[in-house]
T-cell receptor, first 114, second 111 residues
């Protein structure tokens, strides 16, 4: 079946604009994660959704970042009033259920804030 | 607070030889460790994992070793092949919490 898909693959935006990044997880996967990878850095956890439970937002760097997951499937990560330090690759991952450690990643969205 | 560290940003190995990638962690409560492989412009792909109750897990050319007393794990690839050239991330998890990733090591296999 299809893997995790993300759109757009690349996004260039001006400082101060809002952006929305989309993730389509693998069908049937109940857990969904957002990470970002800044240049030369590892993967930084942002937010985690598990079924109908309240999301774990502990990794969101500021209140300009938010995410939602509609119908337990597609997720959108929104960054308001983008800053240059938001430039990174944003990666989405899904797993079958909570407690299953192997996560399947999408190709990422490369965000460049000019 | 970097709980998972990969101190070598890059590693170069000759084709056919053994590649050893290292990872250190600080949180003794981690109970599961994973290695991911990432090619440019692609998301990371799961490679191999190990539970904290084991000290070795082998899958084909890939073996992960865990030394809990030293809080150290390593990934051995033997024999190394050109297609193994990628960035390798070590990750750790405790219970149902989120994965914590290291910074990655770029492995280059030379012909």
């Amino acid at each position: 079946g299809a893997g995790v898909s993300q759109s757009p693959s690349n996004k260039v935006t001006e400082k101060g604009k809002d952006v929305e990044l989309r993730c389509d997880p693998i069908s049937g996967h109940t857990a969904l994660y957002w990470y970002r990878q800044s240049l030369g850095q590892g993967l930084e956890f942002l937010i985690y959704f598990q079924g109908n439970s309240a999301p774990d937002k502990s990794g969101l760097p500021s209140d300009r970042f938010s995410a939602e997951r509609t119908g337990g499937s597609v997720s959108t990560l929104t960054i308001q009033r983008t800053q240059q330090e938001d430039s990174a690759v944003y990666l989405c991952a899904s797993s079958f259920r909570q407690g299953v450690y192997e996560q399947y990643f999408g190709p990422g969205t490369r965000l460049t804030v000019t | 607070d970097q709980q998972v560290k990969q101190n070598s940003p890059s590693l170069s190995v000759q084709e056919g030889r053994i590649s050893i990638l290292n990872c250190d962690y600080t949180n003794s409560m981690f109970d599961y460790f994973l290695w991911y492989k990432k090619y440019p412009a692609e998301g990371p792909t799961f490679l191999i994992s190990i539970s904290s109750i084991k000290d070795k897990n082998e899958d084909g050319r890939f073996t992960v070793f865990l030394n809990k007393s030293a809080k150290h794990l390593s990934l051995h690839i033997v024999p190394s092949q050109p297609g193994d050239s990628a960035v390798y991330f070590c990750a750790a998890i405790r219970g149902a919490q989120k994965l914590v990733f290291g910074q990655g090591t770029r492995l280059t296999i030379n012909p």
